[in-house]
């Protein structure tokens, strides 16, 4: 059977809700899994059971051959048995401590020469270069999240846990330490779980996403899937996001990027991505529909294609085009019946090059 880390564990909180997750993460190769959904969901609750630092009363967690946690058999491993590495939100660094001391920290078990060579490894790894005396005081938030990142390795962890690890972080540095950290991951080679209820952080840091909500597990698969194609409505409130299409920057001129999506050309607003893959997202609100030939609005994008598909919940209409890719719009029932669309009806859609998102990602 293949090594995975298994999770079937309740944990009640009295009158909010119940944590009932079920989950399988492969570990080889090691993956990053988005734990994603709104605040209260349950998952940092799960994250915290993951590092032993809750304790779920019914279930078991289990890592490859390892029991973790079995309630039925009174079975608790604590945090140090689990070789885990945790990053709190908050980053939880020692004021009083040094960028080196932070990074030392829990490395006890080592000689001192073999403690100091292994900050110097992780120093480097994470470009910590001339801050080893430092205080996290007089460290950026950017600084100060690749030593919390470096503690929690320090030790190699078979598992690493990082709850929110970009929240601390104002938007500009949050937005160019997404790829950083991806990259950072991807490196370290060690099966790692996200907490995050941020959707580019998901798509950028994630091979696996969990949406959460109530201390329910609602669905699982690649951050693409789940967004794009919601396993329900819950789901497709909580991700927010309609259609999400790996794309590619071709051009990038006058503060526009033209990009490629299985051949179709869009406008978004510029940005330094040049020959990048994206991913390209689309708020299904965003999208106006017109009949083929009818006046064209003042949108850079105007896609022509054919309706494939058509839900409807309630006074809106979920519409999915064809036209390269599938592209989903909500409109009114009323604005459904005005235009004439059924299944095959000839549409073009507009969206302004401000509502195209775009999220880097790894090409491979």
């Keep these: 059977m293949a090594a995975a880390l298994t999770v079937d564990c309740r944990k009640a909180f009295p009158s909010r809700f119940t944590m009932a997750a079920q989950l399988t993460l492969p570990l080889d190769p090691p993956r990053v899994l988005i734990l994603f959904g709104p605040s209260g969901s349950g998952k940092t609750t ?47 660094l020692f004021p009083t401590h040094t960028v080196a001391g932070n990074i030392e920290y829990g490395l006890s078990e080592l000689l001192a020469e073999a403690r100091r060579e292994r900050v110097r490894e992780l120093i480097a790894l994470l470009q910590l270069q ?30 690493l846990l990082l709850d929110e690890p970009l929240s601390a972080l104002d938007a500009p540095t949050r937005s160019r330490l997404r790829g950083e950290l991806r990259s950072l991951l991807t490196q370290l080679h060690i099966p790692s779980i996200v907490v995050t209820h941020d959707w580019a952080e998901a798509l950028t840091l994630g091979d696996i996403i969990a949406v959460m ?7 699982t698969g ?47 607003l510029g940005t330094d991505l040049t020959g990048s893959a994206v991913y390209v997202c689309i708020r299904a609100e965003d999208v106006l529909l017109e009949q083929t030939g009818s006046g064209v609005t003042s949108a850079r994008n105007h896609l022509s294609g054919s309706v494939v598909e058509m839900q409807q919940q309630g006074v809106l209409v979920t519409v999915t085009v064809d036209c390269g890719f599938p592209l989903r719009a909500v409109i009114t029932r009323g604005a459904r019946e005005e235009l ?9 859609a507009a969206i302004k090059a401000g509502a195209v998102h775009l999220v880097p990602r790894s090409a491979a």
Aim: charged fraction near 20%.
């Design 340 to 348: 004439g669309l059924k299944v095959g009806s000839a549409v073009v």
């Design 213 to 219: 909500q109530g201390g329910t597990i609602l669905q």
């Design 130 to 159: 001339g801050l080893e005396q430092a205080k996290p005081a007089q460290l950026s938030g950017g600084q100060q999240q690749r030593v919390a990142l470096a503690r929690a390795i320090a030790r190699r962890p078979q598992l």
């Design 46 to 92: 799960l994250l915290r059971c993951l590092a032993g630092l809750e304790w779920p009363e019914e279930g078991r967690i289990q890592f490859d051959s390892t029991t973790w946690v079995d309630a039925s058999s009174n079975i608790r491993l604590s945090p140090q048995a689990r070789r885990i590495g945790y990053m709190p939100q908050d980053y939880a």
């Design 222 to 268: 690649s951050p693409q899937e789940v967004f794009s194609r919601p396993a329900n409505a819950e789901v497709a409130q909580i991700v927010g996001i309609e259609t999400v299409v790996q794309g590619q920057v071709v051009a990038n001129d006058n503060g526009l990027a033209t990009l490629s999506v299985n051949g179709t050309k869009l406008k978004s």
